[in-house]
């Protein structure tokens, strides 16, 4: 199953949005507070509490400059998936989108679908409040 947030266009070049996106330092900043709570980063791994009780722990696993960082949840996530943030530049300017792939039982979709829909737009909303379009 695919969760993907809308499309935004922001004002910046994919390379300066990928140069963000893809240091886990700067990941904080783009989940949304009020969904998402205890950050740590430890290393090349990160681990946050989903607004609902579940803990969260992603690790960058690859990346191909601009175009895409990819992070997968690991051991301590009840839920496995992947994580891709999209960056594709054009003649018009640069959009991203955040796109999650994961293989949800019945029972996890109900309790996590939303709450990971609502992190995943709320990071789009804020990386185009970090680039805003001129």
Not at 44 to 67: N, W
Not at 71 to 99: K, M, Y
Request: charged letters at 25%; one cysteine or more.
């Amino acid at each position: 199953m695919e969760i993907k947030s809308p499309i935004a266009r922001v004002g910046c070049t994919a390379e300066e949005l990928f140069d963000f996106a893809s240091k886990l330092e700067n990941l904080e900043s783009l989940l949304p507070e009020d969904q998402v709570q205890s950050f740590q980063l430890n290393g090349d791994v990160c681990k946050f509490k989903v607004k609902g009780g579940f803990d969260v722990v992603i690790k960058k696993t690859s990346e191909q400059r601009p175009k895409f960082i990819q992070f997968n949840s690991q051991q301590g996530t009840p839920i496995r998936f992947g994580l891709e943030v999209r960056i594709e530049a054009s003649d018009t300017g640069t959009e991203v989108q955040v796109v999650c792939d994961t293989e949800l039982n019945p029972f996890m979709r109900i309790m996590a679908e939303k709450p990971l829909q609502n992190i995943f737009d709320g990071m789009v909303e804020k990386i185009v409040n970090r680039f805003p379009l001129n």
